[in-house]
């Protein structure tokens, strides 16, 4: 078995849990990928520069950021720099042999880059220019693989390869998604809520099980924000040949070995038929 976990970087996800419980799977044999974001982390290097994060949202009501050029440095730093490194060095400490990547690495992540995004501002769509992000076309499963059967633990982040050479941001929830597709994997995606909740305010809501499209519909309806994003990623690495999605907490106990055993909001290939 194959698991891509994709650990998220909000403030309040805390990564040690699943890095353990990454080392302890590869330990019994099961080849993991880590994917991770690091929003909090691009947002403090902007903010300790001066510089004020902007996220917009787009005519479909999903949030992303943002990236012009000073914002794309930055993110590089902070992203393939202290995320990645300090992911890379937990799992070391946990016996667990991992390289880090980003996208650029290898061709990793690749496809063309989108100068202009469609967002919605005031209730009015209207298009931004010079934005520095893309869309991923490609993944470069041979590199995984070798570094899977060589016994390490691979460890992506963006920013991806554009088509005209230029390193852009990409979502890291796509990221993952393309790369559980990719390998015919179990997609974990570790946020800091315990899954979809239909109510967003009450975790008792948390929806388990989506199989069917009328599931799926209700699942799209309930979540808001940037778990739009990960519920649109689920839908993409299904359809790309994922062998199931599950978006749980981060900070469960053994967070990840807890979402393959049912916890969390599990989607299956039924619910985009």
Not at 3 to 30: C, F, Q, W, Y
Not at 51 to 72: H, K, L, N
Not at 173 to 190: H, K
Not at 250 to 263: H, K, M, T, V, Y
């Amino acid at each position: 078995m194959t698991v891509v976990v994709k650990i998220g970087g909000a403030r309040a996800v805390e990564p040690k849990g699943a890095l353990a419980d990454v080392a302890a799977l590869v330990a019994e044999g099961t080849d993991v990928v880590v994917v991770h974001g690091g929003s909090t982390a691009v947002d403090d290097a902007l903010e300790r520069m001066g510089i004020e994060p902007e996220y917009v949202e787009t005519p479909s009501g999903v949030v992303g950021r943002f990236t012009d050029v000073e914002t794309m440095d930055v993110f590089k730093m902070a992203m393939a720099g202290r995320v990645n490194t300090d992911l890379v060095t937990g799992l070391q400490n946990e016996g667990c042999d991992a390289v880090g990547l980003s996208g650029v690495d290898g061709g990793l992540l690749t496809g063309p880059r989108k100068s202009a995004v469609r967002v919605l501002e005031d209730g009015k769509k209207k298009i931004r220019r010079g934005d520095h992000s893309g869309s991923i076309q490609s993944v470069n499963g041979d590199l995984l693989e070798t570094l899977l059967d060589g016994g390490y633990t691979p460890v992506a982040s963006p920013p991806m390869l554009a088509d005209d050479g230029v390193a852009v941001n990409t979502d890291a929830d796509r990221a993952s998604a393309a790369i559980a597709a990719e390998l015919d994997a179990t997609l974990v995606s570790l946020t800091d809520v315990a899954g979809v909740y239909r109510d967003p305010d009450d975790p008792s809501t948390v929806i388990n099980d989506v199989d069917t499209p009328d599931a799926y519909e209700e699942l799209k309806s309930a979540a808001e924000g940037f778990m739009g994003r990960k519920v649109m990623a689920a839908a993409e690495a299904l359809e790309g040949g994922a062998a199931r999605v599950v978006i749980a907490d981060a900070n469960a106990e053994s967070p990840i070995r807890s979402a393959l055993d049912g916890g969390g909001t599990h989607i299956t290939s039924g619910a985009i038929e």
